[in-house]
């Protein structure tokens, strides 16, 4: 079995004890690729430190909307330096977050926009992180048809239709450990209606660990978790479900199989 993380955010403090010791041990767990994703530039930086480091390791860069207030001026000509660079496969994570709020929302469209234009003059996927902001996200891709990037809806958690709607506009959707959790309701409808040539699976480590892990520090490793759920949810072996995301995600993000 070959697994891909597809999200994960191998560059967090909660790793800063024990980094290279966990990542060296991942091969051998069935890892075969992970995305370790930026949420500014210095992480996005960091994350690309680590895919040069670590073969089987690739990087996003890109500023979430988390970060929008924060960033800089001429973010976007940084940005594109770091896209620039070998091993960074995507641009991301960008979004919107109605949940958390941490930036203005006007502030967070203007960067979701500005970094959807540098994604499709690159040619590179996007990874959307989207919050209790389906509505506006579908109406701004649904504006740039024609000239709109491939990507994924990572750690998707709204309904089967709204995963469907993304689906129609093009968009891979990937699911993480709330699909093992108890009270993950609607989204297990959303996990059994995607298209299987969409679907991917990730950790967001060392976040939202998956049952029976929920709670503790996540890593890569776990995906194995939601690759199992994904599987049972949809009547199909866990090895098939493990193949079909990895070749989703090296598709999507152009990898060549190892
Ligand atoms: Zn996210
Ligand atoms: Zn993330």
């Given at each position: 079995m070959r697994l891909f993380d597809s999200h994960c955010h191998l560059d967090d403090e909660k790793f800063d004890d024990d980094r290279d010791q966990l990542i060296k041990s991942l091969p051998a767990q069935n890892l075969a690729y992970c995305l370790t994703v930026g949420s500014d530039l210095a992480s996005s930086r960091h994350s690309l430190d680590l895919a040069q480091k670590y073969s089987f390791i690739f990087a996003g860069a890109g500023v979430h909307p988390h970060e929008a207030a924060k960033a800089s001026a001429d973010y976007l000509e940084e940005l594109e330096i770091l896209l620039d660079?070998?091993?960074?496969v995507a641009l991301g994570e960008i979004g919107l977050d109605y949940y958390y709020d941490f930036s203005p929302r006007d502030l967070q469209r203007k960067l979701l926009e500005e970094q959807l234009d540098l994604a499709y003059q690159k040619k590179l996927p996007v990874i959307l992180h989207v919050r209790e902001a389906h509505g506006d996200m579908i109406d701004i891709l649904r504006m740039r048809v024609g000239s709109l990037p491939q990507g994924v809806l990572h750690c998707f958690s709204g309904s089967a239709q709204s995963a469907l709607e993304y689906v129609k506009l093009g968009f891979h959707i990937s699911f993480a450990g709330p699909i093992t959790f108890k009270n993950a309701g609607k989204l297990l409808l959303a996990a059994q209606a995607v298209p299987l040539e969409r679907l991917l699976i990730e950790t967001d480590s060392p976040y939202l660990a998956p049952v029976p892990d929920r709670g503790k520090r996540n890593d890569p490793s776990k995906v194995k978790y939601v690759c199992q759920k994904l599987a049972s949810l949809r009547s199909m072996e866990t090895e098939k479900i493990a193949e079909i995301t990895f070749t989703n995600a090296i598709n999507l993000f152009r990898i060549a199989a190892s």
């Open positions: 660079q070998n091993k960074v």
